[in-house]
């Protein structure tokens, strides 16, 4: 084997098995939950209750990060090349069909596919190239502002709650 078909056969086997890939377009890098379907990771997003695809446009490139299921640490990044796939299309609803079963929680589960084809994108995620190396630095960065975190002071009365709740 070359080192091209192991590097292609790292990066699908590696994919296929992660839950969640890091994605950087334009922007930070997301965490995504994806399928891998025809030599490609396929993601869904940017509509309501979906998760958010910034950065990502049609034609562009995105740094794929794929993480070791076992341990959590990352396994191998590459590029890919990003299309968006048209509602309707052959390639569209291959992959809506895969999406659609490891879709968690969704409040719309028999009209998921209708509201994705109006109010989503469905982004095919194809390697291109070899893979990158691995930086001996760490890639820690800022977590992402979000408003649903909240940093307050320690109600007063919390520590006597807990500690009368361990003498009983």
């Given at each position: 084997m070359t080192d091209a078909t192991l590097e292609q056969a790292l990066v699908e086997e590696a994919t296929k098995k992660s839950g969640?890939?890091?994605?950087?377009?334009?922007?930070?890098a997301r965490a995504l939950w994806h399928v891998w379907l025809?030599?490609?990771?396929?993601?869904?997003?940017?509509?309501?209750?979906?998760?958010?695809?910034?950065?990502?446009?049609?034609?562009?490139?995105?740094?794929?990060?794929?993480r070791s299921k076992d341990k959590g640490g990352r396994l191998v990044a590459w590029t890919a090349g990003?299309?968006?796939?048209?509602?309707?299309?052959?390639?569209?609803?291959a992959a809506v069909a895969e999406l659609k079963g490891k879709?968690?929680?969704?409040?719309d589960a028999?009209?998921?596919?209708?509201?994705?084809?109006?109010?989503?994108?469905?982004l095919r995620?194809?390697?291109?190239?070899?893979?990158?190396?691995?930086?001996d630095g760490s890639l820690a960065?800022?977590?992402?502002?979000?408003?649903?975190?909240t940093r307050r002071p320690v109600p007063a009365a919390l520590p006597r709650l807990l500690l009368?709740?361990?003498?009983r």
């Open positions: 969640l890939i890091w994605v950087r377009g334009g922007g930070p025809d030599g490609a990771a396929h993601v869904v997003g940017d509509g309501p209750g979906e998760q958010p695809l910034p950065g990502l446009p049609d034609g562009s490139t995105a740094e794929v990060t794929v990003v299309t968006e796939l048209a509602p309707g299309s052959e390639p569209w609803d879709r968690l929680n969704a409040p028999e009209t998921m596919t209708d509201r994705w084809a109006r109010e989503c994108r469905v995620l194809t390697p291109q190239g070899a893979t990158t190396a691995h930086p960065a800022v977590p992402l502002p979000t408003p649903v975190t009368k709740r361990r003498g």
